[in-house]
């Protein structure tokens, strides 16, 4: 079966850090771009970064660059994403996704990132 | 504020069509053929129902259907059942800076 699944969410305070885990199952990871994407709660989703098979071709979001970094473990059929600084408007649930070509066809149920004091 | 606009909801009874519209601008929905749309159950994660505009993943029912026009997508779900009640997203791609937008969402409910 085809499966995204992420770790590593909870509760931060501002300037804290968290990282996140996608274990990926069921197809071959190392064939795919990977990405996350995030969605506060009752507001749209928002893509938050990429990364390409290789680990090369890294791209972020303008509200992230700087703070997160997106990883990945072939070997471990594993996407990360550090997240450093974090503020309150990085609150949100956090999905990792596949990249279908120009198509984010396969989604993980989310990991929620909570940041308050 | 995201991206793309989207009806907060729609609704229908069983049987009945419901028609999602999805507008962005040149820069995305009017400048590429791959716009996607997402069902989504709450917890659960998003599913790909359309991708590149009209093309249907495997699986998915051929009640679903896109098209666009201009800068402009739309999702129609076709017989509605009650297993469609769920909340629908569009995506676009929108180039190499910023690779993926979306809307907010809109919850579709059978009545």
């Given at each position: 079966e085809l499966?995204?699944?992420?770790?590593?969410?909870?509760?931060?305070?501002?300037?804290?850090?968290l990282r996140?885990?996608?274990?990926?199952?069921?197809?071959?990871?190392?064939?795919?771009?990977m990405h996350w994407v995030r969605q506060v709660p009752g507001k749209g989703l928002v893509w938050v970064a990429r990364i390409k098979i290789d680990g090369s071709g890294i791209r972020y979001a303008d509200?992230?660059?700087?703070?997160?970094?997106?990883?990945?473990?072939?070997?471990?059929?594993?996407?990360y994403l550090q997240m450093n600084s974090l503020r309150d408007d990085d609150t949100a649930v956090y999905y990792c996704t596949r990249d279908g070509a120009f198509t984010l066809d396969l989604w993980g149920q989310g990991t929620m990132v909570t940041v308050s004091s | 504020q995201s991206?793309?606009?989207?009806?907060?909801?729609?609704?229908?009874?069983?049987?009945?069509?419901?028609?999602?519209?999805?507008?962005?601008?040149?820069?995305?929905?009017?400048?590429?053929?791959?716009?996607?749309?997402?069902?989504?159950?709450?917890?659960?994660?998003?599913?790909?129902?359309?991708?590149?505009v009209s093309k249907r993943p495997s699986g998915v029912p051929d009640r679903f259907s896109g098209s666009k026009s201009g800068n402009t997508a739309s999702l129609t779900v076709s017989g509605l059942q009650a297993e469609d009640e769920a909340h629908y997203y569009c995506g676009s791609?929108?180039?190499?800076?910023?690779?993926?937008?979306?809307?907010?969402?809109?919850?579709?409910?059978?009545?």
């Amino acid at each position: 079966e085809l499966q995204l699944v992420e770790s590593g969410g909870g509760l931060v305070q501002p300037g804290g850090s968290l990282r996140l885990s996608c274990a990926a199952s069921g197809f071959t990871f190392s064939n795919y771009f990977m990405h996350w994407v995030r969605q506060v709660p009752g507001k749209g989703l928002v893509w938050v970064a990429r990364i390409k098979i290789d680990g090369s071709g890294i791209r972020y979001a303008d509200s992230v660059r700087g703070r997160f970094t997106i990883s990945r473990d072939n070997a471990k059929n594993t996407l990360y994403l550090q997240m450093n600084s974090l503020r309150d408007d990085d609150t949100a649930v956090y999905y990792c996704t596949r990249d279908g070509a120009f198509t984010l066809d396969l989604w993980g149920q989310g990991t929620m990132v909570t940041v308050s004091s | 504020q995201s991206a793309l606009t989207q009806p907060p909801s729609a609704s229908g009874s069983p049987g009945q069509s419901v028609t999602i519209s999805c507008t962005g601008t040149s820069s995305d929905v009017g400048g590429y053929n791959y716009v996607s749309w997402y069902q989504r159950y709450p917890g659960k994660a998003p599913k790909l129902m359309i991708f590149e505009v009209s093309k249907r993943p495997s699986g998915v029912p051929d009640r679903f259907s896109g098209s666009k026009s201009g800068n402009t997508a739309s999702l129609t779900v076709s017989g509605l059942q009650a297993e469609d009640e769920a909340h629908y997203y569009c995506g676009s791609y929108a180039g190499i800076n910023n690779p993926f937008v979306f809307g907010a969402g809109t919850e579709v409910t059978v009545l």
